[in-house]
């Protein structure tokens, strides 16, 4: 394991030689399915985010297993590969739906709130303030604010002697 290492919850393209790791919502999965197989298919790892990004702690412990399930189905689908890990949407998920799974929970270390602040230079200097070995950073592939922002966290951390990692290197 590098001495410095990140995780990211996703990004490719400019910032080469990075892989990170795609926590994906089954809704979307189904909608671009080209997409989850390019993601795999340039090295980077895919987990489960549920079917459609709801709270685990608000429903029946079968729709949630359904709910991650139907994702997993997915993305296995497209890929070959059932996702070993989940980021359960909003950071809750017990160990009873742990046990049935079989899928390990993964959290962050730092979320600079991309989807509420929608700012990239804010959400560049909020990382770079906190950054430090070992931490999880929670972006948010769908606002371009935040692709904007990984990119700029990529290259700064790098040239400061980081190196990014999927999580399945953590665990």
């Known amino acids: 394991r590098p001495s410095k290492s990140f995780s990211v ?3 490719w393209g400019p910032s080469s030689n990075v892989k990170a790791t795609f926590f994906i919502i089954g809704e979307n999965a189904a909608l671009y399915p080209d997409i989850v197989k390019k993601i795999s298919e340039d090295g980077h790892l895919i987990g489960n985010h549920t079917y459609s ?3 685990l702690s ?3 412990i079968d729709n949630a297993i359904l709910e991650i399930t139907k ?3 997915l993305i296995k689908q497209y890929t070959g590969i059932t996702p070993k890990y989940i980021r359960p949407p909003y950071g809750l998920y017990s160990n009873s739906l742990k046990k049935e799974t ?3 929970p993964i959290l962050w270390t730092i979320d600079p709130r991309d989807w509420s602040v929608l700012n990239t230079d804010s959400v560049v200097k909020h990382v770079l303030k906190r950054a430090k070995d070992g931490d ?3 972006l ?3 606002f371009d604010t935040s692709v904007e922002a990984a990119f700029k966290i990529i290259d700064e951390l790098k ?3 980081y190196e990014f990692v999927t999580v399945d290197e953590f665990y």
């Open 9 to 11: 919850y996703f990004g």
């Open 53 to 55: 990004h709801v709270n």
């Open 58 to 60: 608000c429903i029946s």
């Open 71 to 73: 994702t997993n189905d």
């Open 102 to 104: 079989n899928l390990t």
């Open 136 to 138: 999880i950073i929670l």
């Open 140 to 142: 948010h592939d769908i």
């Open 159 to 161: 040239s400061k002697g």
